[in-house]
């Protein structure tokens, strides 16, 4: 038997593995697959890199999982966090109580959201920020007095979290196939997705903007479908993330805004990702121009030091709120102090150093600009950025825009690719995309750039070796 290693003690990368293996169920992972290959092991980070155990050094392009966005190792975020760790480590929000970091991330919040947002509900992540949406929306119909208003309308390929809500929001069908979801009167239109969509010889071609029309007029259909009477919300991401990063036609945001004010009902953005300058704007609904009733964030807000997520509440419906009663909903971590403190410091970094600015004016710019560079690659058939997201379509025909054969799995094989050239840039089928710290110089973009080519180039070149291209 071999006795316990003392906590923190190093070990080998394959000792890591063997107990990872054992005892550690990993988050959308076949684990039996896992088990084989071993985990990747991630020891330390510093600025926009991460480190494994093996000393091998990798350029984050995902920001951890999209939220990374002052960068690490910030001295600024781990003050805060050790401060109020010796202050008061824990407080709740319950039974007429706040805490000072709570109050003051509330107030900072307000202040940087559009103006319809003066409140906010806590979370812990951005999963519970949408169930907590569910709960909101339908509370807000019953106090109007309208009880039957209890559809929320989402989009297939969206991604809202992994809870029962969350998940049912979602539309990621094999997340539906496991499960039995959605839960009832939640429904799902076509996503605006034009590249998979709009380009198809059965929408004759449609140009972008008129297939972003199309697209929200579906979500018109629906309503006539259900029944304006019956539907409480619409909810989205300004830009889908896991989805694959699909930016939206111009002419699809101010459509859907439309669509919702003509039957009155509630517009939800999920901002989980788009928050906290990640478009250019401090949230997504702003590069888009709607002007959202809820929006739900987490992972920006504390950078990922930390879990915290939540929800800004309009005034539409705070105000029903505010003369409703008790909400019956909360939980324990709602407001947790050491996560609100990190949170505030958080955003004083992000306004300090201008990091919305720099995205909007510099970096943003030189990614798209860059982007429009790779899309003559010839393996990419369709180059999108918005803010400091980006994503490459791999196709085997840049003309015709033809896949290749799924079996080939040409994601899979690109990033395959960047972790061994120390980059990671996320697979999406064969849609490769990114979403780097916003704290980024030029420097490192170009450092960035250049791998995602060699990467592409490796790709290719494996696909000539195969015979596949
Ligand atoms: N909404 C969106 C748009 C997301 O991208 C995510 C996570 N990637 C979530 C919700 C769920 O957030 P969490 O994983 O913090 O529960």
């Not at 080998?12 to 290959?37: C, G, I, V």
Request: charge should be negative.
């Amino acid at each position: 038997l071999n006795p316990p290693q003392k906590p923190g003690a190093t070990r080998t990368t394959a000792e890591w593995q063997q107990t990872d293996s054992a005892h550690y169920l990993h988050p959308f992972t076949d684990s039996a697959a896992l088990a084989r290959k071993g985990a990747r092991i991630i020891t330390r980070a510093d600025d926009i890199y991460i480190w494994d155990s093996e000393g091998q050094k990798i350029l984050d392009a995902m920001s951890g999982l999209w939220c990374v966005n002052v960068g690490y190792g910030r001295q600024e975020l781990i003050e805060a966090a050790t401060r109020q760790l010796q202050t008061l480590p824990f407080y709740n929000s319950f039974f007429n109580t706040a805490t000072p970091p709570a109050i003051e991330l509330a107030e900072l919040l307000a202040e940087i959201t559009p103006p319809q947002f003066q409140h906010v509900f806590f979370g812990g992540s951005g999963s519970e920020s949408n169930d907590t949406v569910v709960r909101l929306v339908r509370r807000y119909w019953d106090l109007q007095g309208q009880p039957e208003r209890k559809v929320i309308i989402s989009r297939k390929n969206a991604y809202h979290g992994s809870t029962m809500a969350g998940a049912s929001l979602g539309g990621m069908s094999e997340m539906h196939q496991q499960g039995g979801l959605p839960i009832p009167d939640i429904v799902h239109i076509e996503q605006p997705f034009w590249f998979a969509l709009g380009r198809d010889e059965r929408s004759e071609r449609l140009s972008r903007e008129e297939f972003g029309r199309r697209a929200a007029s579906w979500l018109e259909d629906k309503i006539q479908e259900i029944g304006p009477g019956r539907v409480a919300a619409f909810i989205g991401e300004p830009v889908q993330g896991a989805g694959g990063v699909i930016v939206p036609p111009s002419t699809y945001w101010p459509e859907i805004q439309r669509i919702c004010d003509r039957h009155g009902i509630l517009l939800v953005s999920d901002e989980v990702i788009t928050g906290f300058g990640r478009t250019g704007q401090w949230f997504g609904c702003e590069t888009m121009g709607t002007k959202p009733d809820l929006m739900t964030f987490a992972k920006g807000v504390t950078s990922g030091y930390i879990p915290l997520g939540g929800v800004m509440v309009g005034e539409r419906v705070a105000k029903a709120l505010a003369n409703g009663g008790e909400f019956a909903h909360g939980y324990t971590y709602s407001g947790h102090p050491v996560a609100c403190a990190v949170a505030v410091a958080n955003i004083r970094l992000i306004q300090r150093e201008g990091l919305v600015e720099r995205v909007r004016e510099d970096t943003g710019p030189y990614l798209a600009q860059r982007y429009a560079e790779l899309a003559g690659h010839s393996l990419v058939g369709e180059a999108q950025t918005c803010g400091l997201m980006g994503a490459l379509q791999l196709v085997r025909d840049k003309t015709s825009g033809a896949p290749f054969p799924a079996e080939l799995a040409v994601g899979m094989m690109c990033r395959a690719h960047c972790f061994r050239e120390g980059l990671i840039m996320r697979a999406v089928g064969d849609r490769m995309i990114i979403a780097p710290p916003l704290s980024m110089t030029r420097a490192q973009m170009d450092e960035m750039l250049a791998l995602i080519r060699r990467c592409l180039d490796l790709t290719l070149a494996e696909l000539q070796q195969k015979g596949a291209f």
